[in-house]
Every structure is written in structure tokens, then in C-alpha cells.
């Protein structure tokens, strides 16, 4: 790739991208899991015109860009550029935002752009607001050194952070205008340190749900009926001791295991080797709080093929100067199980419902409630030659440092739906989100550098692409 591409992306970032990528992190267009109110609120509708409007303004040669809003979706923008040749590269992104999530640093704020040296802090920088800005400097970088690529199809989600449940509607009714892509880039992902291009070989899956259990029809003093009826906690946590070891956090299901690949293993091995300590130190501890586990790449692999446990949210609790002496009628408990790549959502979400709900304790009143809902993982198909050529030289020429391939914990729904629609296509999955970037958590920052690289390793595989043989 020719050097003046990367001094074009430098200087095309700091003078058109940033203005623009800074105003939409002002906007608290929330995924529509958080906000129900989307519609009436708007904010959605002002972050699809601001990124709308910003592309337009590039100018580039016979590029369409349609917004579409399928009845009671959310909307989607598609951006249609024409190339050299048919053949198609969809570049794929979202614009939906995580909550707030407070506190953020004195001085930050998730609707408060700020760039403090290298970072640009701010709700949706990393997540997933610079990605069609990267996907768009790739292109516009390759037009204007005149550098032959194939048809690109920018295609910008509104719904991914909810689990994408409006896509497949999309999918299916623009299929004619997205083809059949030989490659998907898609620049919503991870990457284990600032210093390399980091390729995500693997995606969990994901399966949430509310656990309830009741005891009374309402509270009652504590005093007078503890001993008496028990507690809804207490129930709670005997119900979870049945799918998680409370003592190491295995979980206990076979539904929610899979096997894990040799290869996977041996890329595990060199992630490991490449970031030491800074598997786990990337993470905001408190003071002498430990990992679970030294062993490296077994971290490694846990964040990427074991299943996982969190309690994200509660409701059945007062706050606490509203916590008076009563036994609490109910808890519900919102839990969040991150499967393997390769297990399958709906079994593993069966067999939840029915582990937890067998035989209550004490005859409680208990419910699972996911809806039914999963998130399929994702495990990448065998890179073409080319493809690792071009990735490991993209790397090399950006960063000056090898290429590393990495399984990422979090879940993209889109790579498993567009895996089995296109099974003959290639894969690029790659981000942004790095040490202590902390998307979903307060002070979320793009490291600007970064994105500012990988903006130029999409245009060299997007020219490499076009020159691929047969």
C-alpha cells in the first residue's frame, strides 16, 4: 500500500472524521433494550441523518445511500459504492448506544465528547460509532489514490447492543440489494492491545433471561416471619448453585459447553504469550482482588469458550434508606450466560429453564423468563491464502508489528446470521475495543491512533481483495 494512503487517513480522521464522530457521541440514541420510548425520544433518528449526512458530504463516484424503516424497526442505513468489478465486500457496523452506566471520571461523561491525547471518551466512540467512519476513510482512501476495489456494501445496524432482533427482517428484505459477498468486514470487535491488528476468530453466543422466585403476595416484618418463610434470596441463590459452582464459576450444564478446537488452543497460546499480564490487568480491579486463575491462556480461553455466569440486574430490592425490617415478597434476578461459539442458544436456554424451575425449594413461585430469546456465537471458517497474505501485510505496513488472531468473549449476532446465509465468503473481524477502552462501562474511549490504523488496513485488504486470485 502506498505510503501517501496512510498520511491521506491521518489527515483525513483529524479534519473530517472526528468533527463529525464527536457530535454523535453528544447524541444518547440508546438502543432500543434500554429506551422502549426510541421513536418518541428521536435520538435515533438524529444519529442515522448525522452519519447520513457525513457520508454524503464525501462525494464518492456513484455511491447511493438509502435509510430504510421496516414497520416497527429500527432503521438501518445502507450504503451501495460500485468498484472495479460485481463481485461484493459488505462492511458491516452499528449505531445503537449502551446506557449510560455512571459513574464517569470527573470531567467525562457518556454524552461529552472529550479528547484527552490519544482518546476520544465519550458513549459510542469504540462502540460502534467509528466504524462506519473507518469503513467510508477506507474507501474514500483508495478513490483518492486511484486504487481499483471490488462493490461495497456499507450496511449500519440501529439494534445491535439489543441483540440485533430487527437484522434478520432487514437481511431478508434487502438481500437482492446486498448479493452475495465474498468477503464481510466487520469492525465491531476487540483487540488485545493498541500495537497490532488483531483478527477475532470467534464470537460467544448469548442467552439472558429474568429468574424469579416468590414466597408471598407481599411483604411482611421480618421479624415476625423470618424463620418462619423463607427467602426469596436464599432460594435464589440455592436455585443458582444448581447451573454455576459457586466456588470457581463453572458452570454446571453440558448444554452450555462446547469442545474447544485445537486451533483456537494454539492461538489462545500465542495471545497469552504476546500480552503477558495484561490478559487480566486490563481490567479495573480493586486493590488486591485476583483473577480467576493464573494460567494465562486458560484466561484466555475462558473469556472466549467457557461459559460464563454474570447477575446484571435486580429488581424485588428497595434502595437502601428505603430498606426497612421486611421480608421481601420476591426477587428476580437478570442473568446473563455467555456460551461458546459453537453451542446452540435454544438448547442451552431450555435446559436453563429447566434446571432452575424442577423441584422448587419450599414450593416457591419460580420463573425463568428469556422469551425464548438466543444469541447464536460465531467461529470463524478457514482464512483464505490471500486473505492471511493480506491481513499479515495490512499489519505490518499499519503497525509494524504481526498480525495476532484472537477469540473475543462478546457477541455479534449479525457474524452467525450472515455465516449461514453466505457460507462460501470470507471473514475480517476486527475493532477497536482494547485495554481499557471498557465499552458498556463508564469513561468508554476510541483510541484514536488505532482507529486511524485500521482504517488503513481495511483499505490494503479491500485493494488486496481486488487483486486476489481467480
Known amino acids: 500500500m502506498p505510503s501517501n494512503v496512510s498520511g491521506f487517513i491521518d489527515s483525513f480522521w483529524d479534519e473530517q472524521v472526528l468533527p463529525a464522530l464527536t457530535e454523535y457521541i453528544t447524541i444518547p440514541n440508546q438502543s432500543p433494550a434500554f429506551d422502549r420510548e426510541w421513536r418518541r425520544h428521536g435520538h435515533m433518528d438524529r ?28 432503521p438501518l442505513i445502507l450504503i451501495d459504492v460500485p468498484g472495479k468489478t460485481d463481485d461484493t465486500v459488505l462492511l458491516y457496523g452499528h449505531l445503537d448506544k449502551q446506557p449510560p452506566m455512571e459513574p464517569w471520571r470527573d470531567g467525562l461523561g457518556p454524552w461529552t465528547p472529550v479528547i484527552d491525547g490519544d482518546r476520544l471518551y465519550g458513549r459510542g466512540s469504540a462502540d460502534d460509532g467509528y466504524a462506519v467512519f473507518a469503513a467510508i476513510t477506507a474507501i474514500v482512501a483508495l478513490a483518492r489514490q486511484q486504487i481499483p476495489h471490488a462493490r461495497c456494501v456499507v450496511l449500519i445496524e440501529a439494534c445491535e447492543e439489543s441483540g440485533s432482533f430487527d437484522l434478520p427482517d432487514y437481511i431478508d428484505a434487502l438481500k437482492e440489494d446486498i448479493g452475495q459477498p465474498s468477503l464481510v468486514i466487520c469492525l465491531d470487535s476487540g483487540c488485545g492491545d493498541y500495537e497490532r491488528l488483531w483478527v477475532t476468530t470467534s464470537l460467544r453466543g448469548l442467552v439472558s433471561g429474568d429468574l424469579t422466585v416468590s414466597t408471598l403476595t407481599e411483604g411482611v416484618h421480618s421479624g415476625n416471619a423470618g424463620g418462619i418463610v423463607p427467602s426469596s434470596f436464599r432460594i435464589a441463590r440455592q436455585l443458582l448453585d444448581r447451573v454455576e459452582d459457586s466456588a470457581s464459576g463453572a458452570i454446571k450444564l453440558p448444554e452450555l459447553a462446547a469442545e474447544i ?30 483473577p480467576k486463575g493464573s494460567e494465562l491462556r486458560e484466561l484466555v480461553l475462558n473469556r472466549a469458550w467457557r461459559p460464563q455466569l454474570e447477575v446484571t440486574g435486580a429488581d424485588g430490592f428497595p434502595p437502601l434508606e428505603r430498606a426497612g425490617n421486611v421480608l421481601r415478597p420476591h426477587t428476580t434476578l437478570r442473568l446473563s450466560f455467555r456460551l461458546p461459539p459453537t453451542a446452540d442458544p435454544l438448547a442451552a436456554g431450555a435446559a436453563i429453564k429447566r434446571v432452575l424451575e ?40 499499519s503497525f509494524g508489528a504481526e498480525v495476532c488472531y484472537m477469540g473475543e468473549g462478546g457477541t455479534i449476532p449479525f457474524m452467525a446470521m450472515l455465516g449461514e446465509q453466505f457460507p462460501q465468503a470470507q471473514f475480517l473481524i476486527t475493532g477497536v475495543l482494547g485495554p481499557q477502552s471498557n465499552a458498556h462501562g463508564p469513561n ?14 481495511v483499505a490494503r485488504v479491500l485493494a488486496d481483495h481486488y487483486r486476489r486470485p481467480g
Open 444 to 457: 468508554e474511549f476510541l483510541h484514536i491512533p488505532m482507529a486511524k490504523k485500521l482504517s488503513g488496513c
Open 261 to 290: 478446537p485445537e486451533e483456537r488452543i494454539q492461538q489462545a497460546a500465542v495471545t497469552a504469550e504476546i500480552l503477558g499480564t495484561r490478559v487480566y490487568k486490563e481490567f479495573p480491579f480493586q486493590a488486591g482482588c485476583e
Open 47 to 74: 444519529a442515522v441523518d448525522l452519519i447520513a449526512a457525513w457520508v454524503k458530504r464525501q462525494a464518492i463516484a456513484g455511491m447511493k445511500l438509502e435509510v430504510f424503516c421496516l414497520q416497527e424497526r429500527t
Open 358 to 397: 424442577k423441584d422448587p425449594p419450599h414450593g416457591a413461585k419460580v420463573a425463568f423468563s428469556s422469551d425464548g430469546w438466543g444469541a447464536s456465537g460465531w467461529n470463524a471458517p478457514p482464512t483464505a491464502p490471500w486473505l492471511a497474505k493480506s491481513i499479515r501485510e495490512a499489519s505490518l505496513d
